[in-house]
């Protein structure tokens, strides 16, 4: 089915056309960093203004484009995120589809995040993803492996505290390196020594729990470091000392390994076919390298997506609005609830709706 879709759930305002077999037409993303970035963090009143301006706009250049003719579904981020935002997107979405009496998919975030290492920006069919798929979701606000099976993803572990996105963010802000945090640790962490500093992985005593993550006993460390270094905030952002350099790249040692550590685990268990990594911090190269590297090393086929399918898009929430439509499920364009949370038990379950 040919699929408009929209994302609005934070502060990219993201719309996509995508053809029948999830094939990317056209993936256009406004990011609002600039708005954002004086304030080290989203801003959720102002996130809602400026999608109410920009989704317009981008709905305007996909109209150019000729795009929007022959649309069989409509895909939208139903939750979670800013409640703001998602209600620009939900009441775009419904009122779309109901003045063009298209069926409407309402898509979990995390939803889209899982489908994304299989998709290309070239134009071809998205894959289908293989049951027992493993993967990784590591963004602003989620850190979890996830277990494909019968077209939902099952959650395996998940973090007890801050998410590894938000730590890169908030490691950047306390060196007064702006924000989002992640692509300039990860560009100056380049440059650095990772073995300089050494920093401890959690122990988690719970039984049922061993193979969940923490970051912000690390993100602590890392701070307190910067400040004995006297180096938080930086007196020169653009050129960081030495020092600051190895401790970013031995920070980012320690995210990396320790996302990657629950692996050997999990595939011994679940025997995967795939394992796959998604979300904004799989942009990071170095998880990029050493996802690829232990792939070659295990023979295990890897997926991750290309760039611009690893932060917010629409076009992820396209494809996993197409999958749901095939299996029966759509949403009602005159009843639509946005959710900002969701209680995980796993892809295919619903938040409640209520805050
Ligand atoms: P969620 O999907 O959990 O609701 P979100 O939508 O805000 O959260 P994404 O847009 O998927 O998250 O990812 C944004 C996060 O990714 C930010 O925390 C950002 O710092 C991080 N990030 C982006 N690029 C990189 C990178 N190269 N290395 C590490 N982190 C990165
Ligand atoms: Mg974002
Ligand atoms: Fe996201």
């Not at 801003?43 to 649309?71: I, K, N, S, T, W």
Request: proline fraction near 8%.
């Amino acid at each position: 089915m040919k699929t408009l879709a929209i994302e609005t759930s934070c502060d990219e305002t993201s719309v996509a056309v995508l053809g029948p077999q999830g094939e990317v037409l056209a993936n256009l993303v406004s990011s609002q960093v600039a708005v954002h970035a004086p304030y080290l963090g989203v801003v959720p009143e102002l996130a809602a203004r400026h999608h109410v301006e920009v989704l317009p706009r981008l709905m305007g250049a996909l109209e150019q484009q000729g795009l929007l003719g022959d649309l069989e579904l409509v895909a939208v981020t139903q939750g979670p995120g800013l409640i703001g935002s998602l209600l620009v997107g939900t009441c775009y979405a419904s009122a779309f589809a109901y003045a063009r009496n298209l069926p409407l998919s309402a898509v979990d975030h995390l939803e889209g995040h899982l489908v994304s290492p299989f998709m290309n920006l070239e134009g071809r069919p998205a894959e289908a993803i293989p049951d027992g798929a493993l993967t990784l979701v590591v963004s602003g606000g989620h850190s979890s492996y996830f277990l494909f099976s019968q077209g939902r993803g099952v959650p395996l572990n998940r973090t007890r505290d801050d998410a590894a996105g938000e730590v890169f963010d908030k490691v950047a802000a306390a060196l007064g390196l702006g924000y989002p945090g992640g692509p300039v640790v990860d560009r100056l962490a380049e440059n650095g020594d990772p073995s300089a500093f050494r920093f401890s992985p959690p122990r988690i005593k719970d039984p049922h729990g061993e193979l969940d993550f923490s970051f912000s006993g690390l993100k602590s460390a890392v701070i307190r470091k910067a400040q004995e270094l006297g180096l938080a905030p930086l007196s020169d952002p653009q050129n960081p000392p030495r020092e600051a350099l190895d401790l970013l790249a031995s920070f980012r040692a320690a995210v990396v390994s320790w996302l990657l550590a629950p692996l050997e685990v999990f595939c011994q268990r679940y025997q995967p076919p795939v394992v796959a990594a998604a979300g904004g911090v799989a942009a990071n190269r170095l998880l990029r390298s050493e996802l690829q590297r232990w792939g070659e090393a295990s023979g295990v086929r890897v997926r991750i997506p290309p760039l611009a399918l690893t932060t917010d898009n629409a076009a992820m929430i396209g494809r996993a609005g197409q999958l749901r439509a095939a299996a029966g499920l759509l949403a009602d364009p005159l009843g639509l609830e946005p959710y900002a949370r969701v209680s995980w038990k796993g892809s295919g379950e619903r938040g409640t709706g209520k805050r």
